[in-house]
């Protein structure tokens, strides 16, 4: 689907990776961006593109935000929720329900969704799409599951397009969520010593929102099929604790790092190695420009300043 001249709502737009998206597809199409704006998000949200404050929990606010949209790019989520929290779960559920729902009484028949490559759990790594049979570890990544297989549920019924991203972490200015972001926030509290949990192995692949969102265009532009399930990371990793003491270079510090167990987990739902076989992308002829620890480093470089 070429994007271009197209009627685009972006659900979650004024967030990380939906506010940089806006900012890339603004140029050539008319974006909604339907959003609840938690408050540090108002200043992420870009001037050219129509708003509207709707809470997609809502399922007859979100009906009358669907009409006359040609694509649904669907973002929101609640990334920040706790991995065990059942009401986050439903939410993200909810959501993408309400989305399909609206989209069918509306006639709009294209949706691209964010999920993770969370979604893999502890499965071999560089893990490609065709991996399963599933086995997520934590609720959060329950609730991509479901929402994908909603997702396909609806295109296979209501005879509708999807393109499904399998994001790796994401990082880049604007985050404000995952380890990059919270070793700042711990370090500004406590600039001596850096709580890192688990034994700091933990394997990361970290994709820059760039390289992101033109993956997301790119695959849109040029994947066809019913569902399209594609991953994006980059072409490597970095651990836990690399990450960490990129943090405290970056911040020009001495802090001492503190590992809060002896094993590569550091929390419940933590994975030991999160890494999407990017093949399939780059076989659509995109490619991540930056490797995870460049990705990590700008990160730092875009948050000192933000936050
Ligand atoms: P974010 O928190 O920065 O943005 C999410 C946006 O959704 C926010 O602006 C928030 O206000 C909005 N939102 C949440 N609940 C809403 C509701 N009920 N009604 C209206 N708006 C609501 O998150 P992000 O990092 O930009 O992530 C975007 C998507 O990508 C999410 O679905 C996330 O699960 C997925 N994802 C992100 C990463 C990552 O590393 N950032 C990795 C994998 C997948």
């Known amino acids: 689907m070429r994007l271009e001249n197209k009627r685009i709502l972006v659900t979650g737009g004024a967030g990380f990776i939906g506010s940089h998206l806006v900012d890339l597809l603004i140029a050539k199409n008319s974006i909604t961006v339907a959003d609840n704006l938690s408050p540090d998000r108002q200043k992420t949200l870009n001037k050219k593109a129509n708003y509207v404050n709707v809470d997609l ?6 009906s009358a935000a669907v009409k006359n949209i040609d694509l649904v790019i669907h973002l929101a989520a609640n990334p920040l929720a706790s991995v065990t929290a059942s009401s986050e779960m439903m939410g993200n559920i909810t959501m993408t329900h309400n989305i399909l729902e609206a989209m069918k009484e509306n006639n709009v028949k294209n949706i691209a969704f964010a999920s993770s490559a969370i979604i893999y ?9 065709t991996y399963g049979p599933l086995k997520p570890n934590s609720l959060y990544a329950a609730s991509k599951l479901a929402c994908e297989a909603l997702i396909s549920s609806y ?3 209501f005879g509708l397009q999807s393109w499904i991203f399998r994001f790796a972490n994401v990082g880049g200015p604007r985050l404000r969520h995952g380890p990059t972001h919270d070793f700042i926030v711990k370090l ?3 600039p001596a010593e850096l709580e890192v949990l688990g034994d700091g192995t933990q394997l990361r692949c970290y994709l ?7 993956g997301i265009v790119k695959v849109i532009e040029t994947a066809d099929d019913v569902v399209n399930v594609v991953n994006l990371g980059a072409e490597d990793v970095i651990s836990i604790k ?10 020009r510090l001495d802090a001492k790092l503190k590992f809060t167990a002896k094993e590569a987990k550091g929390w419940k739902g933590d994975v030991r190695i999160f890494q999407p076989d990017i093949t399939l992308a780059k076989s659509l002829g995109w490619k991540p420009k930056l490797t995870s620890e460049q990705t990590v480093r700008e990160t730092v470089h875009s948050l000192v300043k933000e936050i």
């Open 57 to 62: 929990l809502d399922k007859n606010s979100v």
């Open 155 to 157: 295109c296979h019924t």
């Open 188 to 190: 500004r509290a406590n």
């Open 242 to 251: 690399r990450i960490a003491e990129i943090v405290v270079e970056e911040m």
């Open 208 to 214: 820059e929102v760039n390289d992101c969102v033109n």
């Open 121 to 129: 759990g502890n499965a071999p790594a560089p893990t490609k799409e």
